[in-house]
């Protein structure tokens, strides 16, 4: 059942050291101040999950959170690779970072299969791909009743899923508009789950903007909910503020240099809060 709370509060009661963790949103919502905090409470040995990993876990690497990243794709969206995933990979700076990558489709539906607590995936797919042969977690399967061949993965069951929402009403039940990713299915394939959200409202279905079929999260199916105003930013969250282009930009010149990367991730994330995310969008409102 779902708990209102603060955000330090939900990181400190739900994530450990060791635990697999998925932040999860597609261009749209993707829950930046809650990674912060994780950062801020050093959170280590982490596996890492996420369908596009992007500045978020380039950042939670660099800080040293990780030590596994399961993925399908990564990069700094529009700009190029991600700096400090590279260094870790490369060069073990600061940690060493063991690699699991999958196709868009696998991830989606391990997910899937999580949500639905089956042991695995099956699917079309990695038919004469070449990730097989660097990801021994992809398996082949016969169908019993035609025999074909299809590609079989483990389910994905992170102990939290992170997710950012536009709004939950006062029991818990989470609303998204626009672009959804992955969000509902790495929810309730999680064992807990922290829930950022733009607002708090009385009634879901009292704002002008809201159609019922966008409740995409019950209260009964959610861990914690945290209001953190801008919590999405520097990606962007429909009907509040848009993508702020230019963070991604500057993003990549940070994190090219370890000592420029850290000094930043000391002013931005060690000596800031979750509250400081409101005033980053304050002048994106009004684009």
């Known amino acids: 059942m779902a708990e209102i709370m603060s955000l330090p509060d939900a990181v400190r009661a739900y994530v450990r050291d060791g635990q697999m963790l998925a932040f999860e949103g597609f261009t749209h919502l993707i829950p930046h101040a809650a990674a912060h905090e994780v950062i801020r409470q050093q959170r280590r040995h982490l596996t890492l999950v996420r369908m596009t990993p992007d500045v978020i876990y380039d950042q939670m690497i660099g800080m ?28 073990g700076w600061p940690n060493k970072l063991q690699l699991v990558e999958h196709s868009h489709a696998a991830m989606a539906n391990a997910y899937e299969a999580g949500a639905a607590n ?91 903007n809201a159609h019922p079929n ?17 919590g999405a930013h520097p990606s962007y969250a429909h009907g509040y503020y848009p993508r702020d282009n230019a963070s991604y930009l500057e993003w990549d010149k940070i994190a090219a240099d370890r000592q420029g990367f850290l000094d930043w991730m000391e002013k931005n994330v060690l000596q800031a809060s979750w509250q400081d995310f409101a005033g980053r969008v304050a002048h994106l409102r009004r684009l």
């Not at 950012?164 to 790495?186: F, M, S, Y």
Request: with cysteine.
């Open 214 to 230: 966008t409740v995409i999260l019950p209260h009964w199916a959610v861990g914690a909910v945290c209001v953190v105003p801008g």
């Open 64 to 91: 040293g959170c990780a030590d596994r990243l399961i993925f399908s794709y990564a990069g700094n969206p529009g700009v190029g690779l991600l700096r400090r995933l590279r260094d870790a990979v490369e060069n």
């Open 118 to 208: 089956l042991p695995m995936a099956v699917l079309r797919g990695y038919i004469g791909a070449e990730l097989r042969a660097v990801n021994d977690q992809i398996k082949s399967v016969r169908c019993p009743f035609t025999g074909e061949e299809l590609a079989a993965v483990p389910a994905l069951r992170p102990d939290v899923t992170v997710i950012h929402a536009l709004r939950a009403d006062r029991k818990g039940n989470v609303l998204i508009e626009g672009i959804l990713g992955v969000q509902k299915q790495a929810v309730l394939a999680a064992q807990h789950s922290i829930i950022t959200v733009e607002e708090l409202v009385d009634d879901l279905k009292a704002h002008p």
